[in-house]
């Protein structure tokens, strides 16, 4: 069956009234949100992470703590709570909890597991995301071969997954895809694999409306390319969806992830950021000039055309170096003050990345040790976000 077929069936399926909510602009406005990485974003217990594979593989259940992490609890959301985040995103992986792959249909047991979460991320009035991540089938083959393919198994699994939600209040976003791109190319990418994003973001807008009730107006996140800004910013590399008759683009929001400069952030080339600490080391070339300006990119490129803008994931990876340690970390605790500061004042909702890791040097995002009972361990980096 063809994907404009589908739809069709779709919107017929479809509520015709939705209860008014906020727009995206409003929904994002002053979030601080915190990201539950490394969680249901899973693979299989004993599956390789980078499987395209559909399906449900042996204990696919277990998937949320394959990779290393206790499974989630009521207090892990509470103290999310307790520090200050008001919003919650949620990377979830369905691929490997897949029943019937020719319908993209959903293992029971997992979507129960997921609104449990979700539940508890609302008692708390915390504002939610929950996504598609790591659906390798997806992500990894944004070329013309699989477009219609995997357009048709994106519209699937979002019907069931924005039909289980569509009762869902206001404060549930869904984001449509996450970082798309060919496999182990994180550079500048082809026309093609750009335009095929672009059918990813239609795809997702178009089946979720479809599925009415509160979906008809929910806040919905789509993405750059490989979730690179860059992709989005320049050239006409990133094409708005176009949203359901009479939204405009007010219940949209457009999601970038900022782990910017890398050389700093990411990569630990640099240990110091910004002009009050260049005369404590060699700092990243990049300041908080460079950074102003692109968030006010950000906001004459989308937010001014009455998008919302999310970013959907940043931090900075721990380090430390003997002597300076502690000055390294306070770098850190202004480099969040200062990142928070700013995307508030233009209203940027962020999401920082915690994949409960800690140590020196890349991928080392762990804030709170969820193998501790939520001890903070990276008081530095809480600290810059809420002060």
């Given at each position: 069956?063809?994907?404009?077929?589908?739809?069709?069936?779709?919107?017929?399926?479809?509520?015709?009234?939705?209860?008014?909510?906020?727009?995206?602009?409003?929904?994002?406005?002053?979030?601080?949100?915190?990201?539950?990485?490394?969680?249901?974003?899973?693979?299989?217990?004993?599956?390789?992470?980078?499987?395209?594979?559909?399906?449900?593989?042996?204990?696919?259940?277990?998937?949320?703590?394959?990779?290393?992490?206790?499974?989630?609890?009521?207090?892990?959301?509470?103290?999310?709570?307790?520090?200050?985040?008001?919003?919650?995103?949620?990377?979830?992986?369905?691929?490997?909890?897949?029943?019937?792959?020719?319908?993209?249909?959903?293992?029971?047991?997992?979507?129960?597991?997921?609104?449990?979460?979700?539940?508890?991320?609302?008692?708390?009035?915390?504002?939610?995301?929950?996504?598609?991540?790591?659906?390798?089938?997806?992500?990894?083959?944004?070329?013309?071969?699989?477009?219609?393919?995997?357009?048709?198994?994106?519209?699937?699994?979002?019907?069931?997954?924005?039909?289980?939600?569509?009762?869902?209040?206001?404060?549930?976003?869904?984001?449509?895809?996450?970082?798309?791109?060919?496999?182990?190319?994180?550079?500048?990418?082809?026309?093609?694999?750009?335009?095929?994003?672009?059918?990813?973001?239609?795809?997702?807008?178009?089946?979720?409306?479809?599925?009415?009730?509160?979906?008809?107006?929910?806040?919905?996140?789509?993405?750059?390319?490989?979730?690179?800004?860059?992709?989005?910013?320049?050239?006409?590399d990133f094409v708005v969806p176009t949203d359901a008759d009479g939204n405009g683009n007010n219940y949209m929001s457009v999601e970038f992830h900022y782990?910017?400069?890398?050389?700093?952030?990411?990569?630990?080339?640099?240990?110091y950021w910004g002009e009050p600490y260049k005369q404590k080391g060699e700092a990243s070339p990049s300041d908080e000039k460079t950074m102003t300006t692109?968030?006010?990119?950000?906001?004459?490129?989308?937010?001014?055309?009455?998008?919302?803008?999310?970013?959907?994931?940043?931090?900075?990876?721990?380090?430390?170096?003997?002597?300076?340690?502690?000055v390294i970390h306070e770098n850190m605790t202004y480099y969040c003050r200062f990142l928070v500061s700013e995307t508030k004042k233009r209203g940027i909702?962020?999401?920082?990345?915690?994949?409960?890791?800690?140590?020196?040097?890349?991928?080392?995002?762990?804030?709170?040790?969820?193998?501790?009972?939520?001890?903070?361990?990276?008081?530095?980096?809480?600290?810059?976000?809420?002060?």
């Open positions: 069956m063809k994907l404009k077929t589908l739809l069709s069936v779709f919107a017929f399926m479809a509520a015709t009234t939705s209860q008014a909510q906020p727009t995206a602009k409003e929904w994002n406005a002053g979030v601080v949100g915190w990201n539950l990485g490394n969680q249901f974003e899973c693979s299989a217990p004993g599956q390789d992470g980078e499987s395209m594979q559909i399906g449900m593989p042996d204990n696919s259940i277990k998937a949320e703590t394959a990779w290393g992490n206790p499974v989630v609890t009521k207090k892990t959301i509470k103290a999310i709570k307790a520090a200050g985040f008001n919003a919650v995103r949620i990377p979830i992986r369905w691929q490997c909890h897949i029943t019937n792959p020719a319908a993209m249909s959903i293992d029971k047991a997992w979507m129960t597991r997921i609104k449990e979460v979700v539940n508890w991320c609302l008692q708390n009035d915390l504002k939610v995301i929950i996504n598609t991540h790591h659906e390798k089938w997806l992500e990894g083959r944004p070329t013309n071969q699989y477009k219609e393919e995997n357009n048709q198994k994106l519209a699937l699994l979002w019907l069931n997954i924005a039909s289980e939600f569509a009762s869902y209040d206001y404060r549930v976003a869904f984001a449509g895809t996450n970082e798309v791109h060919i496999k182990d190319n994180w550079g500048k990418p082809e026309a093609e694999n750009l335009a095929v994003q672009n059918s990813y973001n239609q795809t997702f807008v178009d089946v979720v409306r479809a599925t009415g009730g509160n979906n008809g107006k929910r806040h919905l996140i789509v993405q750059t390319y490989v979730c690179n800004p860059d992709f989005g910013l320049y050239n006409g782990y910017t400069p890398w050389d700093y952030a990411g990569e630990c080339k640099f240990n692109f968030f006010d990119r950000v906001v004459s490129t989308w937010g001014d055309k009455g998008l919302g803008l999310v970013m959907g994931e940043w931090g900075v990876t721990d380090r430390q170096k003997s002597g300076q340690t502690d909702a962020t999401f920082i990345w915690d994949n409960n890791s800690f140590g020196s040097g890349p991928e080392k995002f762990g804030i709170f040790d969820r193998n501790a009972g939520m001890k903070v361990k990276a008081s530095w980096i809480l600290q810059g976000i809420m002060n």
